[in-house]
């Protein structure tokens, strides 16, 4: 702080451009430059007094970085076209027998995920039928149930062929219930109403 507070002052009882940096023990970074001026200024002034260039080792390690990243990247690229078939005149026979390898671990990988998806699914349908088929249990459970206490209402005679037919479940076609309504007042018997068949679907 006592630092700073120099360099406050230098800047401005003398009129000077002052550009402080400072790194702690701990990597704290702290800075202080004269707001007449930028640290990138006070840099350039620097070098054209010394005569020393503050960048260039900089600059030439940012170079062969990305020289070294193109390199890489180019590499990248001719391996993407061999492993589609491309670009392998230059190859000896050795190199094409280790990307032939290295193609068949991977039509490996690729068959078991495809493979793993397709047990997942089809544990997933399974599921989903048995979860159906047991709603449709608990529904007829529940369709006779109401049969044996009103007396009233019933299933259908479930004894022939056309009890599959009008219930429709066979194969996943539409839920169709039928039921036969009987007119519990004996004067409706003389009046004329007689059984009759509804059908839900």
Known sequence: ??????????????????????FSSTGKFSEYCSPS???????????????????????????????KLKDDNNKLRREIRQRIGEDLSDLEIEELRGLEQNLESSLKVVRDRKY???????????????????????????MEGKDHENGDY??????GPDFESALGLANGASHIFAFRVQPCQPNLHDAGYGTHDLRLA
């Open 1 to 22: 702080g006592g630092i700073f507070k120099k360099a406050r002052e230098l800047t401005i009882l003398c009129d000077a451009e002052v550009s402080l940096i400072m």
């Open 154 to 159: 019933g299933l259908a005679d479930n004894s």
């Open 116 to 142: 793993h998806v397709i047990n997942t699914q089809t544990e997933t349908y399974k599921k989903k039928i048995k979860s159906l088929q047991q709603s449709h249990l608990n529904l007829i459970h529940a």
């Open 37 to 67: 001026t930028t640290t990138k200024k006070i840099f350039d002034r620097y070098q054209q007094v010394s005569g020393i260039n503050l960048w260039s080792s900089h600059y030439e390690k940012m170079q062969n970085h990305l020289n």
